[in-house]
């Protein structure tokens, strides 16, 4: 709700109108904070949700947290190493890449569609109103 007039104040254009200029910076908007917040509301959720999580220090539920992104955002790297497993060692941690997953993209994905949607409406319904009222 702030970046968009924020946005809408530095995007000058002469082809749109002031409808359609707000518009569009109010998706930008809603699709930049989107992406800067999911990871932070998967951690919220997953947290809430897993029982364990309740009972753990900070420390432990930042671990927690961390091994969770890890696990559902990056795509795991090959595991060479357990084609020749010696039972004597314990097995290696799972590694990941920096590539996203899979997972990852459909949740950004649903969350940007799903809170982009519902924004837009509501401020263009707001917008609408006010407009009405002057």
Do not use: H
């Not at 990941?96 to 459909?106: E, F, G």
Request: glycine share 2%; aromatic share 12%; hydrophobic share 40%.
């Amino acid at each position: 709700r702030s970046f968009s007039p924020w946005l809408r104040e530095r995007f000058t254009s002469d082809f749109l109108s002031p409808n359609a200029r707000a518009t569009l910076c109010d998706i930008t908007a809603s699709l930049v904070t989107c992406s800067v917040t999911a990871p932070v509301s998967q951690i919220f959720n997953f947290l809430v949700t897993t029982p364990q999580a309740g009972s753990l220090s900070t420390r432990e539920q930042l671990r927690l947290a961390k091994k969770f992104l890890r696990e559902q955002y990056f795509v795991p790297l090959p595991r060479e190493e357990l084609l020749t497993v010696d039972f004597s060692k314990p097995v290696p941690e799972q590694q990941y890449s920096w590539r996203i997953s899979k997972v990852a993209l459909r949740d950004f994905g649903m969350r940007s569609l799903y809170v982009t949607t519902v924004f837009t409406l509501f401020v263009s319904f707001e917008r609408t109103l006010i407009g009405m009222m002057r």
